[in-house]
């Protein structure tokens, strides 16, 4: 199986949950409840959990706390 780059890439279609929470500077423990809460846009993958990178990025966008 393919390993997903551990590095977050806004041109894939998804990203995995260790290279989200690094980009955006939360715990992996906190971004897999995050994403298994479907707090963020995520799904599975046999056993991976995937965020998607397009509503993830919409997501972020649409956070009132992230615009000053």
Known sequence: ???????????????????????????????YELARSGEWPALRAGTRLLVKTEAFLRLLDADPARES
């Open 1 to 31: 199986m393919a390993r997903l780059p551990s590095v977050f890439d806004p041109t894939r279609p998804t990203n995995s949950v260790e290279a989200t929470a690094a980009y955006i500077g939360v715990s992996r423990g906190l971004a």
